[in-house]
């Protein structure tokens, strides 16, 4: 059975990260090179909120007896693949973290970590 409380409060600590990580969504790029202050920040908030997603999506799969997911990136497949990508770049440092593209996240994506929350809550109203 999902534990319906358990996923709520890492529906909550999302919505911390995510009002936290915001507070650098009007930061220019090349405000974002200059300081390593906002990148350990952002970066490190980002990779939280997606385990926390993923950690949600793994508790409903597990739960449900759906098929196991080959990965992180699997478990996200839907709304979430490309943070699911970029979390292993941070976490791995397969290669150096593109700016551009942290940018363009805090930007242009932090929506698609509402719209995976309201995917859950939906779920777990059903």
Known sequence: MV??????RK????????????EF???SENEYKKNWKPQ??????LQILVEEGTDIANHIIS??????HVGYADAFQVLM???ANFRNVIIHQYEKID???????LHRHLGDFEKYKK?????LSS
């Open 3 to 8: 534990d319906k409380l358990l996923l709520g």
């Open 11 to 22: 529906l909550a600590r999302m919505d911390t990260y995510l009002s936290q990580v915001r």
């Open 25 to 27: 969504s009007k930061i």
């Open 40 to 45: 350990r920040i952002v970066e490190r908030t």
């Open 63 to 68: 739960d449900e007896g759906l098929r196991l």
């Open 81 to 83: 693949e490309k943070m």
């Open 99 to 105: 700016p551009a593209i942290v940018v363009s996240i």
């Open 119 to 123: 995917a859950i809550i939906k779920y």
